[in-house]
């Protein structure tokens, strides 16, 4: 089973960037969630989902997109 981790705005922090490369190395299959600037995504090699905000409405669609129940 795949982790599924959500971080917010991690391209503007070090140390942020450098556990998201080191949790990214150690599990592959993570799937990253990226609920603040879209940036986050480009500091992974793998699958992204973007919600462009960190409200509840935006990370409900979230989790409807990765349980299958709602396209990307």
């Given at each position: 089973m795949p982790l599924v981790v959500a971080v917010r705005d991690a391209y503007r922090s070090e140390w942020q960037r450098a556990?998201?490369?080191r949790l990214t190395e150690q599990r592959p299959d993570a799937v990253v969630v990226a609920v603040g600037m879209?940036?986050?995504?480009?500091?992974?090699?793998g699958p992204v989902v973007l919600t462009h905000g960190a409200g509840r409405v935006n990370t409900e669609a979230a989790?409807?997109?990765?349980?299958?129940?709602?396209?990307?």
């Open positions: 556990w998201l490369r879209p940036d986050d995504a480009e500091l992974v090699p989790a409807e997109v990765l349980a299958g129940r709602a396209a990307p």
